[in-house]
């Protein structure tokens, strides 16, 4: 369990490091400037070291604090982090995050909302998606994990499509995590949803940062690439908002083959990974005994 857990979150490290290099340009762009990008290498519009990771991680990161600090009711705690991150003064902070940070007075859904009004009801954005995993990594309770993923993403969008985007992805993070092929989780979890045709055809949108054209793209790439290497690699060299899709993609692909099947080039390069290590660690605590409450009633 402990291994697919650090697959995870160093598959959302991975990812994000990776496609921070392309993030923003046109595939053809890519092709002309790297003609395929395979490691990580750093650059991109941040201007990163090889192996510093942007966002996506950060908040990802943050979520993953404020379990561990309060298991039973983790929104206040996951919030201080979103604020305790923000005044580090990050370069890369998504549009409505910073708007929803920037309300913030105590009631993070009534910022929300107002953020999302402000931007004329454009708050469906993939932000809340992207830094989703923990809660599925720490909860092996499907109930609880549920209710926490939804409650987590209307803290900062208030669009019932990320909601459902973060639900999708946590219910098959939570399929794999019990031995489920991601494969399969995936389809039994996109059934019936806006995200079905995604089984049969390519995404005819481009891999942006609204939530439903990134987690179709997510799926794409988690339905038709073998390995972890492909995944992340494949989204990274699609520009766009391809640290995110990245990140996202690698963490449930990370999730299926575990941290010790990642390509050692990749982990090795990851800035944060004695971060990563510690947060999996006690993750993994909290799913442990959080299961076991649950089975005692
Ligand atoms: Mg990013």
Redesign the pocket.
């Known amino acids: 369990m402990l291994d697919r857990i650090k697959g995870g979150l160093f598959g959302v490290a991975i990812g994000?490091a990776l496609g921070?290099t392309t993030?923003f340009m046109s595939v053809d762009d890519v092709r002309r400037k790297y003609g395929k990008v395979t490691d990580i290498i750093g650059g991109g519009f941040l201007d990163l070291k090889p192996g510093e990771v942007?966002?996506?991680t950060a908040m990802t990161i943050a979520v993953a604090r404020g379990i561990i600090r309060d298991p039973t009711c983790p929104i206040h705690d996951i919030g201080e982090e979103f604020l305790r991150w923000y005044e580090t003064d990050p370069p890369?902070v998504g549009i409505i995050i910073r708007m929803v940070l920037r309300r913030y007075q105590g009631d993070w859904f009534a910022a929300a909302v107002q953020a999302c009004e402000e931007l004329g009801g454009r708050c469906a954005g993939n932000g809340s998606l992207?830094r989703c995993l923990p809660i599925a990594l720490a909860y092996a309770d499907q109930e609880k994990m549920e209710e926490i993923t939804a409650v987590h993403s209307r803290m900062t969008h208030a669009d019932e499509r990320a909601t459902e985007a973060c639900l999708i992805y946590n219910r098959i993070a939570f399929r794999v995590l019990q031995g489920e092929p991601l494969a399969k989780a995936i389809r039994k979890e996109v059934e019936h949803t806006r995200y079905e045709p995604l089984l049969m055809v390519t995404p005819a949108y481009p891999p942006d940062g609204y939530v439903v054209h990134t987690m179709g793209w997510v799926l794409h790439w988690l339905l038709r690439c073998e390995s972890f290497e492909d995944v992340v690699i494949s989204a990274a060299n699609m520009g766009g908002d391809s640290?995110?899709i990245a990140?996202i993609a690698g963490g449930l692909k990370g999730l299926e083959v575990g941290y010790s099947q990642l390509p050692k080039r990749f982990v090795e390069t990851i800035g944060c990974a004695d971060e990563l290590e510690k947060l999996a660690v006690q993750l993994a605590d909290v799913r442990s005994s959080f299961g076991s409450e649950a089975v005692q009633g």
């Open positions: 994000d921070a993030e942007t966002d996506d890369d992207m640290d995110t990140a």
